[in-house]
């Protein structure tokens, strides 16, 4: 069945890094978008960055632009999240999502929280 699972949540200081990972099975990842979403407490799930199926070209919104990287390493089906400069205001449940037309899967999400 599919599969997404994040890693790589926690507690980091304002400022600090962390690198988010979501492995992916029981599809053909290399033919799906993949793409990062949060949700902060009580506010609307928000999508961070996208990559696509192929090719290097990545879309970030203004929640991750400058600061979060997202990669993809087709051959061990993972998809990664490099968060720099983080911010409180980055305090927020992060997940995988992989999209191909109408297939349409979630992770279960990791937490992030970003306190001093």
């Known amino acids: 069945q599919v599969q997404l699972v994040e890693s790589g949540g926690g507690l980091v200081q304002p400022g600090g890094s962390l690198r988010l990972s979501c492995a992916a099975s029981g599809f053909t990842f290399s033919t799906y978008f993949m793409n990062w979403y949060r949700q902060a407490p009580g506010k609307e799930r928000e999508l961070v960055a996208v990559?696509?199926?192929?090719?290097?070209?990545?879309y970030y919104t203004d929640s991750g632009k400058g600061r979060f990287t997202i990669s993809r390493d087709n051959s061990k089906n993972t998809v990664y999240l490099q968060m720099n400069s983080l911010k409180p205001d980055d305090t927020a449940v992060y997940y995988c999502n992989a999209r191909r037309g109408t297939s349409d899967y979630w992770g279960q999400g990791t937490q992030v929280t970003v306190s001093s």
């Open positions: 990559i696509p199926d192929i090719g290097s070209s990545t």
